[in-house]
């Protein structure tokens, strides 16, 4: 599968993401009260943020997933590691579907990655997801993030774990 990446529209997306972030199966992503308009300023907050930036990933032009990425010496995760050179925090959501596709959200991971590890500056990349989502643990192994220490954020006890580009590159045998 092929996906390209473009940045989010805060308001020409809105109800998209609306629908995707408000699912029951999206429950991770702690948004499933969210109102229309919530969303719309969550995303024009992530617009404004030097350090925090939503992409939409496209498959033949189709909006397919979101994904985030932010600098965690500055969003998300200060205080709560020690950040290092080349670090990059990401978050990616693939929406509930009627029609579930083997192998997609492999597929959207690996693909994230992939742009992630483009920027030559990034080294690793860092994830926090809730502990108890085991689903997305499995996934975050399968293309070579290795899990640190558990840590408590104010909304979460969150599995901090990291992935280097080489690790990466021998999980997948993507060239990076």
Same mark, same amino acid.
């Given at each position: 599968?092929?996906?390209?990446?473009r /940045?989010?529209?805060?308001?020409?997306?809105?109800?998209?993401? @609306?629908?995707? $972030?408000?699912?029951?199966k999206?429950a991770?992503?702690?948004?499933r +009260?969210a109102?229309?308009v +919530? =969303? &719309?300023?969550?995303?024009m907050?992530?617009a404004a943020? #030097?350090? @925090?930036?939503?992409?939409?990933g496209?498959?033949?032009?189709v909006p397919?997933?979101l994904?985030?990425?932010?600098? /965690?010496? @500055?969003?998300?995760?200060v205080?709560?590691?020690e950040?290092?050179?080349?670090?990059?925090?990401?978050?990616?959501? %693939?929406p509930?579907?009627?029609?579930?596709?083997?192998?997609? %959200?492999?597929?959207?991971?690996?693909? $994230?990655?992939a742009?992630l590890?483009e920027?030559?500056? =990034?080294?690793?990349?860092?994830?926090?997801?809730?502990?108890?989502n085991?689903?997305?643990?499995?996934?975050n192994?399968?293309?070579g993030?290795?899990? &640190?220490r &558990?840590?408590?954020?104010?909304?979460?006890?969150a599995?901090?774990?990291?992935?280097?580009? #080489?690790?990466?590159?021998a999980?997948?045998a =993507?060239?990076v």
């Amino acid at each position: 599968m092929t996906f390209a990446f473009r /940045p989010l529209d805060p308001l020409n997306d809105a109800e998209l993401l @609306h629908s995707w $972030v408000t699912h029951p199966k999206a429950a991770y992503w702690m948004m499933r +009260d969210a109102t229309l308009v +919530d =969303v &719309e300023r969550a995303y024009m907050e992530v617009a404004a943020d #030097e350090h @925090h930036h939503a992409l939409l990933g496209l498959r033949d032009g189709v909006p397919v997933f979101l994904m985030e990425k932010y600098d /965690p010496a @500055h969003r998300e995760l200060v205080g709560l590691y020690e950040p290092l050179a080349g670090d990059i925090g990401m978050h990616f959501l %693939t929406p509930a579907t009627d029609a579930p596709v083997h192998g997609f %959200t492999l597929a959207v991971i690996t693909a $994230v990655m992939a742009h992630l590890f483009e920027d030559p500056a =990034v080294r690793r990349v860092v994830v926090e997801p809730d502990v108890s989502n085991k689903a997305v643990h499995a996934l975050n192994e399968a293309v070579g993030f290795v899990p &640190e220490r &558990e840590i408590q954020k104010p909304e979460k006890k969150a599995l901090l774990s990291s992935c280097t580009r #080489e690790q990466f590159r021998a999980a997948t045998a =993507v060239a990076v």
